[in-house]
């Protein structure tokens, strides 16, 4: 690829992500997880960027977090 197309690769690859985040419910998690991902690394707009890392942190598998005790009657 030259250096002159990578412009055009970037632009594109934005653009497919942006497709599959405006239809989130047709696509599978895993997709929607990569699009996020491209539209964090590659789009000039700091508020898309803030929604796609938030649609990242909905997506993600919750922490191990310590379950509460169980209250005993």
Do not use: N, Y
């Amino acid at each position: 690829m030259s250096a002159a197309a990578a412009p055009d690769w970037c632009e594109d690859r934005l653009t497919e992500a942006r497709g599959v985040l405006a239809d989130v419910a047709h696509h599978p998690d895993t997709l929607v997880d990569l699009a996020c991902k491209v539209v964090r690394a590659l789009s000039p707009d700091d508020g898309e960027r803030f929604e796609a890392l938030g649609l990242l942190r909905l997506l993600a598998p919750p922490c191990d977090r310590v379950a509460p005790p169980e209250v005993q009657p």
